[in-house]
């Protein structure tokens, strides 16, 4: 997603919120509680769904709109927090796979899985 499109959601999100007088629930705290409840949604769509299964079952149209609607309502509540807490998105995330970049040498670390010490 480009700057603009971020920038362009952030103010259709907050639109949104306004046309409803919802900013006043929108707290750091109340947005993160909602933004785990749509990652938790997310989450029980595969939650028995074997992992080598995983991409060919969601590729069915009513399994992949469904999978597309809970995606959304995570990306919707991401941007609106970081609304809410004056967050770049878009900078934040360049800077992160920047420093990815030098914490994870493609030439050292491909084919395997990242751990944390």
Same mark, same amino acid.
């Given at each position: 997603?480009? !700057? ?10 907050? !639109?949104?919120?306004? !046309? ?7 707290? $750091? ?20 769904? $074997? ?39 878009? !900078? ?21 899985? $990242?751990?944390?010490?």
């Amino acid at each position: 997603m480009s !700057e603009p499109e971020i920038a362009e959601l952030t103010r259709l999100v907050r !639109e949104f919120s306004t !046309e409803r007088d919802w900013q006043q629930f929108h707290d $750091p705290k109340s947005v993160i509680l909602a933004l785990v409840g749509e990652v938790g949604e997310l989450a029980e769509l595969f939650q028995w769904v $074997p992992a080598h299964e995983a991409v060919e079952r969601f590729s069915s149209p009513d399994r992949h709109e469904r999978v597309a609607e809970e995606m959304a309502d995570v990306l919707v509540y991401l941007v609106c927090l970081a609304d809410v807490l004056g967050v770049d998105l878009g !900078e934040a995330a360049r800077a992160k796979l920047a420093a990815s970049h030098e914490r994870f040498a493609a030439d050292q670390v491909r084919g395997v899985a $990242p751990h944390k010490p």
